[in-house]
């Protein structure tokens, strides 16, 4: 195998770089997931603990418990896809280089990669918006019911 110069090889690692910007987006999108994942924990933890101390009916609880069960399943649902983004990019990152850096071919796995890597962020971004979604329903039921 011929090593290439450093000035031959700056571009190449340009152009394996360039998907990191979409890693680094990721890492914030899943950050905020991994937060309000652990909000959604305590919280349970918390209603978990009240309806055992409730003498009365616990009802209400039950059914908020129940609401941050199907949350908790959304975000990580979110969370996975998120996940799954971040290899993604780092198996295209991987592909890039080795192709430059071997002057391979590989405009197909290329681009499957990307496509690929771009639906997981949506699907992870459609779970966000529907974890949000119920969150505010289960807001509203709360505060309609005090």
Do not use: K, W, Y
Not at 60 to 66: E, G, K, V, Y
Not at 70 to 79: D, G, N, P
Not at 97 to 108: I, K
């Amino acid at each position: 195998m011929n090593v290439p110069s450093l000035p031959q090889l700056v571009p190449i690692l340009q152009l394996a770089i360039g998907p990191v910007i979409l890693i680094s987006g990721v890492g914030l999108l899943q950050l905020s997931l991994t937060n309000r994942l652990g909000r959604l924990i305590d919280r349970a933890r918390l209603l978990s603990r009240e309806r055992t101390a409730s003498a009365g009916d616990t009802a209400r609880l039950d059914a908020q418990i129940a609401i941050i069960d199907r949350r908790a399943h959304i975000l990580q649902r979110a969370i996975t896809l998120g996940a799954t983004t971040v290899l993604l990019v780092s198996v295209l990152i991987l592909v890039l280089f080795v192709s430059a850096l071997l002057a391979l071919d590989s405009a197909l796995i290329v681009i499957a990669l990307f496509c690929t890597a771009l639906l997981t962020l949506i699907g992870s971004t459609l779970f966000f918006l529907q974890e949000m979604r119920l969150a505010l329903e289960a807001l509203h039921l709360e505060t309609r019911r005090e």
